[in-house]
């Protein structure tokens, strides 16, 4: 990492003055900037912080953190920035500050996001940040910050309704870790669960798809950011749907923030429910029609074993009568 960093020096360079050329230009807009290493906690400043603040988001959606490359327009963010918000899961967070070249102040936002109750802590652990960094602006961050939570609490509501309605306790799955806690809040029956597919070992995946055969499972949930191919044969191999979730807003459109994030996650379950149950339907249907129909040619079968006996017997009656 030190040396990539070495590499992106003179590109720093270049970066901080075309951004600083920028700057001057852009109608003396000097809002404070609030660094945030991934979507989940940008969304949530973006949030609480309103017209007051500017987010810089640095790991895009749909990647996983501890896989990516900083840019020179990072290390620029965080050497303007009054606040740094992170998870604790980014290797490459003190090399990004040190080629900043600034003490940034740093608040660490840890621990799941799942279920909703969980974001909820995320939402006040980040408005108390940026009470603490811009003071002047706590009773609006409040304010933000308490209707950020109704609308959490609000989706969480409905889609958890939703997920009784459809009865979905009744539904076995096997669910990829990072989104257990989100699957199993709803109410779905976890049959197994398992880590990043490139740690999966022979053995495990053996015992993956015996359990998911064995349960009869309905869903594979994948997490999207950890890759979905190994979901996707895994659900193919054993005949259940292949459902992929989000752990980061913005990853796929509409889903910008936390509540429209779980409320698109919940929809692809709800909606995979649906389908797995459409078929269950129609294969049940054809398999009465199947049986119907085999018991059908048995007694066909039967009846014309009976005529041809009865014809033959009839035949003997009439040739003997005849040879009198």
Same mark, same amino acid.
């Given at each position: 990492?030190?040396?990539? *960093?070495?590499?992106? +020096? @003179? &590109?720093?360079? /270049?970066?901080? &003055?075309l951004i600083s050329v920028s700057t001057v230009s852009s109608n003396g807009d000097t809002k404070p900037t609030v660094v945030c290493t991934t979507t989940i906690l940008s969304s949530f400043a973006e949030q609480v912080g309103g017209d007051n603040i500017t987010v810089h988001s640095i790991v895009p959606p749909g990647i996983c953190p501890a896989h990516y490359d900083i840019t020179p327009s990072d290390v620029y963010a965080v050497s303007t920035a009054s606040l740094v918000i992170y998870s604790g899961f980014e290797p490459w967070l003190d090399d990004l500050i040190e080629a900043s070249g600034v003490n940034v102040? #740093?608040?660490?936002?840890?621990?799941?996001?799942? @279920?909703?109750?969980?974001? *909820? !802590?995320?939402v006040k652990k980040? #408005?108390?940040?940026? $009470?603490?960094? &811009? @003071?002047?602006?706590?009773?609006?961050?409040e304010e933000n910050a308490q209707a950020v939570c109704e609308a959490i609490?609000?989706?969480?509501?409905? %889609?958890?309704? !939703?997920?009784? !309605? *459809?009865?979905?306790s009744q539904v076995k799955v096997v669910c990829m870790q990072w989104q257990n806690s989100f699957v199993s809040w709803l109410g779905f029956n976890i049959t197994a669960t398992y880590g990043p597919p490139e740690k999966l070992t022979t053995s495990e995946i053996l015992n993956l798809t015996s359990t998911a055969e064995k349960e009869e499972v309905a869903l594979v949930i994948? $997490?999207? @950011?950890?890759?979905?191919?190994?979901?996707?044969?895994?659900a193919a191999d054993v005949g259940a749907q292949h459902v992929i979730l989000t752990n980061f807003p913005g990853a796929v459109p509409d889903t910008e923030n936390y509540s429209r994030m779980i409320e698109y996650n919940a929809r692809q379950l709800f909606e995979a429910v649906e389908r797995h149950r459409l078929i269950q339907g129609e294969i049940?249907?054809?398999? /009465?029609?199947? $049986? $119907?129909?085999?018991?059908?040619?048995? %007694?066909?079968?039967?009846?014309? +074993? +009976?005529? &041809?006996?009865?014809?033959?017997? !009839?035949? +003997?009656?009439?040739? #003997?009568r005849k040879s009198r």
């Open positions: 990492m030190k040396k990539k *960093l070495m590499f992106m +020096i @003179p &590109l720093f360079v /270049v970066t901080v &003055l102040t #740093r608040v660490k936002v840890s621990g799941p996001w799942h @279920p909703y109750t969980a974001a *909820l !802590e995320y980040i #408005r108390d940040a940026l $009470n603490a960094t &811009l @003071p002047e602006y706590s009773s609006y961050f609490n609000a989706t969480a509501q409905a %889609i958890k309704e !939703e997920a009784d !309605e *459809l009865n979905v994948d $997490n999207l @950011p950890s890759g979905t191919e190994f979901g996707a044969k895994l049940s249907e054809l398999t /009465v029609a199947l $049986n $119907n129909t085999s018991m059908q040619v048995k %007694i066909l079968t039967a009846t014309t +074993i +009976i005529l &041809l006996a009865t014809t033959a017997v !009839e035949a +003997i009656v009439i040739y #003997r």
